[in-house]
């Protein structure tokens, strides 16, 4: 066998001859994170010039400026990698990601039938109005439970509520900034069939004629898809998401393409920052942006968006709405932009727990497209008690000094409701692991999903090009070794695994909305939902996160209903100004 102890490698800047050198000893192309990181373990400073070295190898070019943000960019990513490296991963342990051979099963109707035991979601009685008032806007904050129960009476016509919608989108979003693109052909003609529809006796069930918006990351035939940035604000796309067509199926309106930040990052995107309801001069966070802002403003009945790492939970939290973070999985991306393949999770956010519920049981399910998709048993009953329901706490968190917990004593309030209401809480701690280092798989998955963006340079014209930005990053991201990508999702099975013992002993976790909880279950796919539990002084919302079980949704759902219905923070409004 030849050997090539003694031979001279070529010139770095001949790089076919270099690549071919290297395939020969049995490295392949994979040299890009190895000539940076090799020349950093040696010792050399991550520069401006050894970034350019890696580039001839990686068959990428980026420019001074670049690079110049990039150094300080990849000083902190090393710090997650050498983080990562000091974790010690037993050979047993495999990565968090599962080859499987057998293609999809046959997609299912988007119609599914009911069980022979009755529908999943059992809501709670809505009390009958005296009168509808003749200025429909005064329904503008109705949850979906009482809306439904209007339009299944023909009391209000699905018409009149989406021509309504509409007119507060038009009205309030010079405001806020949360529509992408209005989609009032396509609601109308849906509004007028399900009005015809139930007029005729068929009703749907309680999605029937109630308008919605969607995440512009969603694809909706017709209309553009934005994903929130100007490289991709003309593209369209010609079949809807499964998602979209799932709600369709419901008897669902669609109203409005809401804003995203870019590329599913905060709160900025090509038409602007979208804002805070309740505080105008402040953003909506994100990158569900448009759909929590939408929602909480009473623009529409509620929305979708999604989060691959507090992109429900954020806007949620500063927005007021209730925001459902399903298991990961349990929804079809099929026709969502991807951001990472492991962690995108699709979900709801609205005015109520029980509307979460509702929404969640008529896009749930797998379609066989989307290979994490998975069916699963689901079941809500709104009238479930805390009593009959095993909650934990994470005690240390909701009792650290109130100087680095601003909202402790929100926090701890609510912790006294849900005693009074008969919950037993039992105090718990969450799995003791570095979750920080395993963020390498976003950042990798993510620069993956927009490789030809970078590659073609059109990464330029996004709005954002600060150093946290993703044309930084994604740039950034390149230059993580493929051993630290699996090892990362190693330490993710440990992490699985962990919290998979301790939810065994618990329905629901009931824990503050914090960092440390959101990049933990959103690693292992555990579901949330967050929901409004008081108000600061200046009149913003603070929020609390229940924790659940993989494909836990029903329990989880029931303990938060069961909170929220006993305080009501839901139920407060913005007053806006135009």
């Known amino acids: 066998m030849p050997t090539h102890a003694t031979t001279t490698p070529p010139p770095l800047r001949d790089r076919r001859a270099f690549l071919q050198y290297f395939s020969c000893i049995g490295l392949g192309s994979t040299l890009l994170p190895g ?30 400026a670049e690079r110049a943000m990039m150094v300080e960019s990849l000083k902190s990513q090393e710090a997650l990698l050498e983080a990562l490296h000091k974790v010690s991963l037993p050979n047993e342990v495999p990565p968090a990601l599962v080859f499987d051979p057998r293609p999809p099963a046959p997609a299912r109707s988007a119609t599914r039938a009911k069980g022979a035991k009755g529908p999943a979601v059992r809501t709670s009685a809505v009390p009958r109005r005296a009168a509808v008032p003749s200025d429909l806007e005064a329904l503008a904050f109705l949850p979906v439970t009482e809306l439904a129960a209007l339009v299944k009476a023909r009391r209000v016509s699905s018409l009149a509520l989406t021509e309504m919608y509409l007119a507060r989108l038009r009205k309030y979003d010079p405001l806020l900034k949360c529509v992408v693109t209005l989609t ?26 109630i308008p919605w918006g969607a995440k512009d990351l969603f694809a909706v035939a ?120 492991s962690m995108d999770k699709a979900g709801p956010l609205c005015r109520s727990v029980e509307d979460c519920a509702l929404v969640l049981d008529a896009i749930r399910g797998a379609d066989g497209r989307d290979p994490a998709a998975v069916d699963a048993p689901y079941a809500f009953d709104a009238g479930r008690t805390l009593r009959s329901l095993r909650v934990g706490y994470v005690k240390s968190a909701f009792e650290r000094d109130e100087k680095d917990y601003p909202n402790k004593a929100f926090d701890a309030a609510s912790l006294d409701v849900l005693r009074s209401l008969g919950a037993k809480l039992t105090p718990v701690e969450l799995p003791d692991l570095p979750y920080a280092p395993m963020r390498v798989i976003l950042l990798a998955e993510g620069a993956a999903a927009f490789d030809e963006l970078t590659r073609s340079g ?49 329905d629901v976790l009931v824990t503050p909305t914090e960092f440390k ?30 924790l659940g079980k993989i494909d836990g949704e029903g329990a989880m759902l029931e303990a938060a209903n069961a909170y929220q219905r006993a305080t009501g923070w839901n139920k407060r409004v913005p007053t806006l100004k135009v």
């Open 35 to 64: 000539v940076l990181w090799a020349k950093v373990s040696a010792g050399a400073e991550i520069t401006a010039a050894t970034i350019a070295a890696a580039e001839e190898v990686a068959g990428v070019k980026f420019d001074d």
């Open 184 to 209: 009032e052909e396509r609601a109308l003609k849906q509004a007028r069939a399900a009005d015809a529809e139930i007029r005729a006796g068929r009703y749907r069930g309680p999605l029937h004629g």
């Open 222 to 341: 017709g209309y553009p898809t934005t994903w929130g940035t100007a490289p991709y604000k003309d593209q369209m796309i010609a079949e809807d998401a499964e998602v979209v067509k799932r709600l369709d199926a419901a008897g669902a309106v669609l109203v409005a393409k809401l804003t995203l930040g870019e590329l599913a990052m905060g709160d900025v995107w090509f038409g602007g920052m979208t804002r805070n309801p309740w505080k105008p001069e402040q953003g909506s966070s994100g990158s569900s942006a448009g759909p929590a802002s939408a929602t909480a403003a009473g623009l529409v009945a509620f929305a979708l968006g999604t989060e691959t790492l507090g992109s429900i939970s954020s806007p949620s939290t500063r927005c007021g709405t209730t925001g459902l973070r399903p298991t990961f999985g349990r929804v079809p991306r099929t026709g969502a932009m991807a951001l990472s393949w």
């Open 458 to 506: 059109r990464d330029k014209e996004m709005a954002a090009q600060e150093k946290g930005s993703w044309p930084n990053t994604f740039r950034t991201a390149r230059f993580i070794p493929a051993v630290d990508y699996v090892n990362a999702n190693r330490l993710r099975s440990i992490a699985i695994r962990e919290w998979g013992k301790l939810m065994a002993d618990y």
């Open 517 to 546: 909880e959101l990049v933990a279950t959103n690693l292992t796919g555990h579901p949330a939902v967050i929901l409004p539990n008081g108000f600061r002084p200046d009149g913003t919302p603070v929020s609390l996160t229940f």
